[in-house]
């Protein structure tokens, strides 16, 4: 039992395989209604050990349940297959992807593929071959509940009255509307990379570093390149301390997959790092064939052997890559998206490997690092040989009342910042509406009236919000007062951090006060960066981020990547 939108055309199928007819068994159906009785007729079929006998007592049970007239008729006169060559093409162009009809035709375009025969015919050959997979965009499970089969969930999914089919029944789903729209009438292909569509060769890939690797990178790198030679274990775990430089420690494992003709994603939740990883592995492995994805990229179909995409795009990928890189896997939007994860293991191709890479790992990669189940590489140490600036706490009973009058404490603060270390101070608060009160709070300050505007407010929301982080990088102004926003993707020669209100918890847990630390001491020129949590009581995730700190450095110190004084 199959679904075709043709049925003349898979008689012809049949016929060629020695079967001498064929019976239709419902009228035109919405795809996804067709799919889910499918799956009921043949469960039932088969709990029935095939006893054709009961075909037609099968089909009216279903007709009673769901209300759908379903009975065996005669099929169609067939009519001829599509031509096998374009059918090929078109299953080369699908290889490792899980596209929309219309996707296949722009992929197509991409690859200079011109077909002259129907592609929803081609596809469906494909399919009856057994050479793609079909499901509708947004099906359904056992139990009769929609969920969405591009992006595995069923929570933004809404029912509406469908003009392409006609069913008042047709969901679709928004959880991944940018990529298309996902409806119930609509079909998804997918096919599984396979030997069959080509190889790419195996040579030796080295990368091509304009510096040379510390030790604690080396050996980092060489644990991750055993990691994929060795294939013993379906996951690893880079943890590494803020600007270590996790990247090229990740170069090992890249270097063993190209070089084996695997295929590898390289892949980041954000798309300005996705740019930015993408023409570094430009630099480091110019003889490879590589191309980008995310949502401002022109081409998504080019065929690659090392993808540099956005968690997002990924979603389009099916049975794909044998090697996945995963950057900052504990940052938005990917921590939390229980989609982008799914997509992620199905584009993974059977016996492939994932290799997560952050400074601060979700609660259950750590848990399970500690637990000895998950192998882990350390890379305790920053490239400049200094040891990781641990936070300072400040204590500030005042925070407890709502008051525009800051401590004292943050004045000491900028003082040591502006006049002492001659740096840059980020102060990290909870909400936007504070970040307007906090500058108006350190304009207070009259020590530091001579500067001019020497403090800025910034947050995701300010429409300026480029202009003023552009000008504070150039040192315009020494103060820049914002939310998380800035938590990840900042580096400055000089630069001091502080985060006020530290003990509101749900904001400033462990993992983010220790990204926020991580701005703090990353460059040779200005190695001992302060970091200060003012707040008024210590709270536990305050704790853990220094301990955790600390941790690093004593690791750091133990493997000899530090010396007393602080250099390597």
Not at 23 to 38: E, H, M, Y
Not at 195 to 214: A, H
Not at 338 to 355: P, V
Not at 413 to 437: H, K, M, N, Q, Y
Request: hydrophobic share 40%; charged share 25%; net charge positive.
């Amino acid at each position: 039992m199959g679904l075709t939108h043709r049925p003349a055309l898979d008689r012809r199928f049949w016929e060629l395989k020695g079967y001498p007819f064929m019976d239709l068994v419902s009228p035109c159906l919405n795809l996804g209604t067709a799919f889910f009785l499918q799956g009921y007729v043949e469960e039932r079929w088969a709990a029935a050990r095939y006893r054709l006998a009961k075909v037609d007592s099968i089909l009216r049970e279903a007709s009673r349940r769901w209300k759908v007239p379903l009975a065996r008729r005669p099929a169609p006169a067939a009519e001829p297959l599509p031509p096998e060559e374009e059918a090929r093409l078109v299953g080369r162009v699908l290889s490792g992807r899980i596209l929309l009809l219309e996707e296949v035709g722009r992929a197509l375009g991409e690859n200079g593929v011109r077909v002259t025969g129907e592609l929803a015919d081609l596809l469906h050959y494909l399919y009856l071959q057994g050479e793609c997979e079909l499901w509708p965009a947004v099906g359904y499970d056992a139990r009769g509940v929609p969920k969405c089969n591009r992006c595995g969930q069923g929570d933004k999914l809404y029912r509406a009255s469908c003009g392409a089919c006609g069913s008042t029944h047709c969901y679709v789903c928004e959880g991944c509307l940018e990529l298309g729209e996902a409806r119930t009438c609509r079909a998804l292909y997918a096919r599984p990379r396979s030997e069959r569509d080509g190889l790419f060769p195996c040579r030796t890939v080295s990368p091509v570093l304009p510096f040379s690797l510390t030790r604690a990178q080396e050996e980092a790198a060489l644990e991750a390149k055993a990691f994929v030679e060795e294939g013993k274990s379906p996951r690893c775990l880079i943890w590494a301390a803020c600007g270590a430089g996790k990247t090229e420690v990740a170069y090992g494992a890249l270097a063993a997959a190209l070089s084996r003709g695997k295929e590898v994603l390289y892949t980041c939740p954000r798309r300005e790092t996705t740019k930015e990883i993408y023409r570094r592995l430009q630099q480091a492995f110019p003889g490879v064939e590589m191309t980008v994805l995310h949502g401002e990229s022109g081409s998504k179909y080019t065929p690659a052997q090392l993808v540099a995409a956005t968690t997002h795009q990924v979603l389009r990928c099916y049975r794909r890559f044998d090697l996945i890189i995963l950057d900052e896997v504990d940052a938005f939007p990917l921590a939390g998206d229980a989609r982008l994860y799914y997509g992620l293991e199905r584009s993974l191709r059977a016996g492939g490997q994932i290799l997560y890479m952050t400074a601060t790992p979700l609660p259950e990669l750590a848990a399970q690092a500690r637990r000895r189940r998950l192998p882990v590489i350390y890379l305790p140490a920053r490239p400049h040989g200094y040891p990781l600036p641990e936070p300072q706490i400040i204590l500030a009973r005042s925070l407890r009342r709502p008051t525009d009058q800051l401590p004292r404490q943050v004045a000491e603060c900028l003082r040591t910042t502006i006049l002492e270390d001659r740096a840059s101070l980020l102060v990290f608060v909870p909400a936007v509406d504070l970040v307007a009160r906090v500058v108006d709070g350190l304009l207070g300050c009259r020590e530091f009236e001579g500067l001019g505007e020497w403090v800025k407010g910034c947050h995701a929301a300010l429409p300026e919000r480029e202009e003023v982080l552009e000008a504070f990088r150039r040192g315009e102004f020494p103060v820049l007062v914002t939310t998380t926003l800035l938590e990840r993707g900042i580096t400055l020669s000089r630069l001091n951090v502080m985060v006020l209100f530290a003990h509101h918890r749900r904001i400033f847990d462990q993992n983010t006060l220790v990204q926020i630390a991580g701005r703090a001491g990353r460059t040779a020129s200005f190695p001992h960066g302060k970091v200060w949590l003012v707040a008024d009581r210590i709270t536990p995730e305050m704790a853990e981020a220094r301990r955790i700190i600390r941790s690093f450095n004593r690791l750091a110190f133990r493997r000899g990547y530090l010396e007393p004084t602080g250099r390597r």
